[in-house]
């Protein structure tokens, strides 16, 4: 069969992928790269599971339960259908488990970032807005009045473990437009600094097109996107991918790894199951396209598991051996970005630096003011920009953290003098280093 000569093929060539932690131990202490700050042995998670449900499968391919364990930072999908029952009822026992679940993450080093849905379902309940599809604006204002009983519950569980929340609501502008990205990631990046779990929905009050991106599956996509995430988990209602809908197929096989979105991977998604759902499996394959490109693993997993007939945590079920798919990314996040630095962008303008610069981007350092001579062209705070040596050679591509009018101002200067010269306290390097790609030689 095609799909199981696929498969082969997959682990096959998953052998280069052996050990691997699913995140950069050299990630640097500085500002680039959200929440970074080193924290030692973070890198090197492991389960503390027997085998074989914590290391790796046959032909030395992870596991979901070591996969989940390695990640560093994880981003945490959940549905409306698991988090509102259908009377519009918060799920107070479920929120407790999963809370269970990312108390014990936390205890053990890794950053969590949830992406729930369920503003809408709980918000029509209180306006009595049932039995009925909702026009847009009763959506709305849904959302509005449910986001607040939403995130009170969330404040209200996580303080039982002594964890600070933080609710940020996006819309796609948000994540696609290059400012706005830059911000909300910058956000994250201070929140996960101070040890806080931030909680995600979509802007449904202000959003319009029929509310969104129509799914949180793909705005999590976008959210381990923007924040180099290296694990996503989408809770769902069935434990991962099938070759058909086992719903309606008992012919179907479960699908436990997936290292490509063929054709054939494609066209085993179904259709949204009834109630408050608005996604299914289409778009969950479509999240882990956006997910694996960006070098992040992502797993579909039962968001409501039972062990001997109690709710449970679906983390905790997970690392105890359920049963998940597993898609496995072909680097990892900081590979993935800076892949789309060197080569993806059109560079906005250039920045010309001294020999001593040069040499500092060579060894790995940040671009900082005083080593930049001359400023080249208009752009933006975001904008790709090239770094050249005063003899023409190209050292490096990167995003710049300040406008060109403001880099002209501040060129030659020391770091330090940054804020007295601007009127604004903004970051310490032009360029840092987790957004600059030497292209020079070494």
């Known amino acids: 069969m095609k799909l199981r000569i696929e498969a082969e093929a997959a682990l096959n060539a998953l052998s280069a992928l052996q050990g691997g932690e699913g995140g950069d131990p050299s990630r640097s202490d500085g500002e680039g790269e959200v929440g970074a700050g080193h924290r030692p042995g973070i890198p090197h998670l492991t389960p503390t599971l027997s085998t074989p449900r914590g290391g790796e ?24 259908a698991l988090l509102v029952a259908q009377d519009g009822e918060i799920r107070r026992a479920w929120l407790d488990a999963l809370v269970e679940d990312v108390a014990r993450c936390r205890r053990r080093g890794q950053e969590l970032i949830v992406v729930t849905s369920g503003a ?30 939403l995130a009170h519950a969330y404040q209200e569980a996580l303080a039982r473990h002594g964890i600070t929340v933080a609710q940020i609501l996006l819309t796609p502008d948000d994540t696609e437009e290059r400012r706005r990205h830059l911000n909300a990631r910058a956000t994250f990046a201070q929140l996960l600094a101070l040890g806080v779990v931030p909680v995600v929905n979509e802007n449904d009050t202000v959003a ?8 949180n599956d793909r705005l999590a ?35 436990p790894l997936v290292r490509d979105i063929s054709p054939d991977i494609a066209a085993m998604a179904g259709t949204a199951p009834p109630g408050y759902s608005s996604g299914g499996m289409v778009t969950k394959l479509a ?11 992502m797993l579909i997993a039962e ?42 962008v059109n560079p906005a303008g250039a920045l010309i630096v001294d020999d001593g610069a040069a040499r500092a981007l060579r060894s790995g350092k940040s671009l900082l003011a005083a080593g930049i001579v001359a400023v080249e062209g208009a752009f ?19 995003l710049s953290a300040y406008a060109s009018a403001d880099i002209r101002l501040v060129a030659g200067h020391k770091s330090g003098e940054i804020e007295a010269i601007l009127g604004y306290r903004g970051r310490d390097e032009i360029i840092h280093r987790d957004d600059l790609v030497v292209t020079g030689k070494r």
């Open 303 to 344: 968001g409501d598991p039972r062990i001997d007939g109690a709710t449970a945590g679906p983390l905790a079920a997970i690392e105890a051996g359920a049963r998940a798919t597993l898609f496995l990314a072909g680097g990892e996040p900081r590979s993935a970005r800076k892949a789309w630095i060197a080569g993806a």
């Open 57 to 80: 499968g046959e032909f030395g391919v992870p596991t979901a339960a070591a996969a989940l364990a390695s990640a560093r930072r994880v981003i945490l999908k959940i549905g409306s």
């Open 221 to 255: 996509a976008r959210v381990a996107q923007m924040t180099s995430a290296d694990m996503l988990v989408l809770l769902s209602d069935i434990d991962g991918l099938y070759t058909a809908d086992p719903r309606g197929d008992p012919a179907a096989e479960h699908i």
């Open 380 to 398: 933006e705070r975001g904008d790709c920009v090239v770094v050249r040596t005063g003899a023409g050679a190209e050292a490096g591509r990167g």
């Open 287 to 297: 999240a882990a396209r956006i997910a694996m490109h960006a070098g992040c693993r």
């Open 120 to 149: 809408i379902a709980v918000g029509r309940r209180q306006l009595g807005l049932h039995g009925r599809a909702l026009r847009l604006d009763e959506k709305q204002a849904a959302a509005a009045t449910g986001q607040i009983r």
């Open 208 to 215: 319009t097109a029929e509310i969104r991106f129509g799914d």
